[in-house]
């Protein structure tokens, strides 16, 4: 794929509507759209899907992949396509992601569990690592799973939490890590993009930062994976885990990966030995002895149909190019952050996320007192954002299935519910 060469609008003259025309035929990634189901087949009254980041359109190959696999994988192979393909898939899925999208090389990157799972096991295994060792770094507004579930880890394992405050409109920064991390930090949790703002954390420097203080570092990449470059062996990081049903259009609660570096797959021990992990996995012997390789981080038997649709984009971003993905990306939040200075500030509305394309990722929130009511209006006319506390419209946009003039529509009708819901 050539590189993407179109700007975010510097202005939306001589209209919005034909300035989104013109993005969209100047757009090196525009085909891809029509890719997906849904789009441009008469089988969505959708006017425009706004919940990219959140769950990914499903692609027509993936419908006819699944189709295929239920009448042949399954239905003609049946017990005989574990050892024809499916024992080994959550590893070839995993390169091929790592390939396209994560900067990863291959045997780090798997498909496993859901995102929760994922980074119990990771994080778990990352603080027993370092048993001389107590905290464990996060922030006050890191996904509601993850400080969730490092809660549970620190009552578990007596350790402590030390907490970033987290500035809801953006994120954290490597001054604010280098300020709590020291000799007791054993692991530091950070989202690579904040799931409530879509602010893009400073990856390398964090990590150098945590690794200076001799402490490990998972990373959250469930906002980023798919829409923003991602450099995981070049930054040196030692663990992350994102889920693959957003902009990796996985489907409904598809399984996430997990990521570990190969330096420390044979140092770490996860805390759910199931037998899918074990070095030999038809032994069947009275203990269990875990694989050398990355495959010691699964537990139970892969789940083979929910991980397939996400082939397809992973195949798709790799032909585009997650450089180019990321160029349409910085183009289509741009697109929103003018729209939102042209029609929604006049009606009190901010901008809830950085200005500043390079310390954003895929998505913008919009806050207005309103914003929940405009949610639940705008879903009832086929416009479909989400919420988040506080006060937020969050507009995520995935780069391979939208369209500028998609976003113009959009944008459009948030503007007209808001003013509808106001209006004195």
């Known amino acids: 794929m050539t590189d993407f060469d179109i700007a975010p609008p510097a202005a939306l003259s001589p209209d919005p509507l034909t300035a ?8 090196p990634l525009a085909a891809f759209r029509t890719r997906f189901a849904g789009i441009d087949d008469g089988t969505s009254t959708v006017t425009a899907y706004f919940d990219g980041n959140s769950l990914g359109r499903p692609t027509r190959a993936s419908i006819e992949r699944i189709q295929r696999f239920l009448v042949e994988g399954w239905g003609d192979r049946l017990i005989r396509g574990w ?27 798997f498909i496993g569990d859901s995102t929760t799972v994922l980074l119990y096991k990771l994080a778990r295994a990352a603080v027993d690592s370092v048993p001389e060792r107590s905290e464990i770094v996060l922030d006050t507004d890191n996904f509601p799973t993850d400080r969730y579930l490092l809660d549970g880890i620190a009552r578990e394992r007596g350790l402590r939490l030390v907490w970033i405050e987290a500035d809801t409109e953006a994120g954290v920064t490597p001054e604010q890590v280098a300020a709590v991390v020291g000799p007791q930090t ?43 470059p991602i450099e995981l062996d070049e930054a040196g990081v030692d663990l992350a885990v994102g889920c693959t049903y957003k902009y990796l259009n996985g489907g409904p609660g598809s399984p996430a ?45 892969p789940p083979i149909v929910g991980m397939l649709a996400m082939r397809d984009t992973v195949a798709m971003i790799e032909e585009a190019g997650i450089a180019a993905v990321r160029a349409k990306s910085v183009a289509l939040t741009g697109f929103a952050v003018a729209l939102t200075d042209e029609w929604l500030t006049p009606l009190g509305v901010t901008l809830a996320s950085p200005r500043d394309p390079e310390r954003r990722g895929g998505h913008i929130t919009l806050s207005h007192p309103a914003m929940r009511e405009v949610t639940a209006l705008l879903w009832q006319r086929d416009v479909i954002p989400d919420y988040r506390d506080p006060d ?23 503007r007209d519910a808001l003013g509808e819901l106001t209006h004195d």
């Open 186 to 228: 054993a692991l530091v949790v950070l989202s690579h993009v904040a799931y409530r703002s879509g602010f893009l954390a400073e990856l390398h420097t964090i990590t150098r930062i945590v690794h200076d203080a001799g402490a490990l570092v998972l990373w959250d990449l469930c906002h980023s994976a798919g829409s923003v």
């Open 20 to 27: 989104a025309r013109a993005l969209d035929a100047a757009d």
């Open 83 to 109: 050892d024809e393909e499916w024992m080994e898939l959550p590893f070839a899925i995993g390169d091929d992601l790592g390939r396209a999208a994560l900067g990863a090389a291959p045997g780090q990157t």
């Open 257 to 301: 990966f997990g990521y570990v570096n190969a330096r420390l797959i044979p140092r770490l021990t996860q805390p759910i030995q199931g037998w899918m992990g074990a070095g030999d996995v038809f032994l069947m012997g009275p203990e269990y002895v875990p694989a050398d390789s990355i495959r010691r981080f699964l537990s139970g038997t």
């Open 392 to 414: 937020g419209l969050r507009v995520g946009l995935s780069p391979l299935s939208t369209s500028f003039e998609e976003v113009c529509a959009g944008m459009a009708a948030v």
